[in-house]
Nanobody
């Protein structure tokens, strides 16, 4: 099975930056569609960013210009660089992957356990 492990979350002040990582293992097929989804208590879950098998990226309007999704195929690792963080970005961030396209949706077959991001004012 595919295993995804997130890291890099933490607490920062408004305007700060964090870089999340998602290490993928347990599979032999190299090309996976991957994305980041966040969920905060009392709010609906939101697809944050997605990247396809050839590197094309998609972002939610709420994070465009501030977040950057990327992947390092050699390391089987997905990244989310988050700049100019706002308190509204506070949430649990989940890494997800699938053999088929899900984009900013929630149809991914594989999910990590999440990493907490907290942004204070």
């Amino acid at each position: 099975q595919v295993q995804l492990v997130e890291s890099g979350g933490g607490s920062v002040q408004s305007g700060g930056s964090l870089k999340l990582s998602c290490a993928a293992s347990g599979y032999t097929y190299t090309n996976l569609y991957m994305g980041w989804i966040r969920h905060a208590p009392g709010k609906e879950r939101e697809g944050v960013a997605a990247i396809d098998t050839i590197g094309t990226t998609t972002y939610a309007d709420s994070v465009k210009g501030r977040f950057t999704i990327s992947r390092d195929s050699a390391k089987n690792t997905l990244y989310l660089q988050m700049n100019s963080l706002k308190p509204e970005d506070t949430a649990m961030y989940y890494c997800a992957a699938d053999r088929w396209y899900s984009g900013l949706g929630f149809g991914y077959n594989y999910w990590g356990q999440g990493t907490q991001v907290t942004v204070s004012s």
